[in-house]
């Protein structure tokens, strides 16, 4: 393969976006708002062609058109729905290279263990954890066939650290997240495939607004943790997402990637 070129197009924070994934086609789950869609954004920047999945039609569609991709209204808690995603990439273009499964939910019943119903528990372990598995399942086969693949899992921070203001399934969910995408590193790294967690920080996402502006004290004392003194903008974690779907990338495998800002670092953090 031959060496990137770097292009003058700028893709936020002053950075200037070489086109490492010409050609390579990446689905992304949760596509449509968020990490999703500045991931969409960065990978079409460098050449992907993009394959966007969302529940939500509206969104999802949006971002294909931007991204001059491929739509598909997918629940990724369905399997028939999961491997028809990644049939139709594949049928579409030709290949599977790149895997970002991203779709996730925070809702305001996942809370302490005390207050966190059963039913709320079940609903985030589907959504962020079982559909990683599914579309992991699903990916893997493509990519073994190919002999070579980059699937990125969406993580968490706090996958690594206990938290007092706790989301118990979101974070339980994000530590299977975790392990899954250790052991799958290991098992196919001789096949080519890539398997890490992104493991972002708070990010500034529709998301997060959401969840703090009903409990701005919890924002406050997520805020305070964080050594650079903010939250991630979707753009940063796209950024990482790019770089572990890339050649760059190419001896990053099974790890636990942090992009949190120095949270997992601080003993304390400056005043």
């Known amino acids: ?6 292009t003058p197009q700028d893709q936020g924070g002053g950075a200037t976006v070489c086109r490492r994934l010409v050609g390579r086609t990446a689905v992304v789950t949760g596509a449509g708002s968020g990490i999703g869609l500045a991931t969409v954004r960065r990978l079409a920047s460098e050449g992907a062609h993009v394959v966007c999945a969302d529940i939500d039609e509206t969104t999802g569609r949006a971002a294909a058109e931007e991204a001059g991709g491929l ?11 999961v491997e028809a995603l990644f049939e139709a990439a594949y049928d579409t273009y030709g290949s599977v290279d790149v895997a970002f499964n991203n779709a996730g939910i925070s809702p305001p019943d ?9 039913d709320a528990w079940r609903r985030v372990q589907e959504v962020n954890l079982t559909s990683v598995y599914l579309c992991c399942k699903a990916a893997i086969p493509y990519m073994r066939r190919q002999g070579r693949g980059s699937i990125i899992n969406t ?9 007092a203001t706790s989301q118990i399934s979101y974070t339980a969910s994000k530590g299977g997240v975790l392990a899954l995408s250790r052991e799958l ?14 493991c ?10 959401e969840l703090f502006a009903k409990d701005p004290e919890r924002a406050a004392r997520r805020l305070v943790h964080i050594p650079l003194g903010r939250f991630a903008e979707a753009t940063e974690i796209a950024a990482a997402v790019a770089f572990l779907a890339s ?25």
């Open 1 to 6: 393969m031959s060496t990137p070129t770097p």
């Open 71 to 81: 739509f598909a209204r997918v629940d990724v808690t369905e399997p028939e729905q």
């Open 110 to 118: 996942d809370d302490s263990i005390l207050d966190t119903g059963l």
């Open 155 to 163: 993580a968490s921070f706090v996958a690594r650290m206990g938290a």
């Open 185 to 198: 590193g290991v098992q196919f790294a001789r096949e080519g495939i890539r398997v890490n967690a992104l």
């Open 200 to 209: 972002p920080g708070p990010v500034n996402t529709p998301l997060l607004r």
């Open 247 to 271: 050649d760059d990338a190419s001896f990053v495998n099974a790890s636990d990637f942090l992009v949190d800002g120095g949270i997992s670092g601080a003993y304390v953090t400056p005043l």
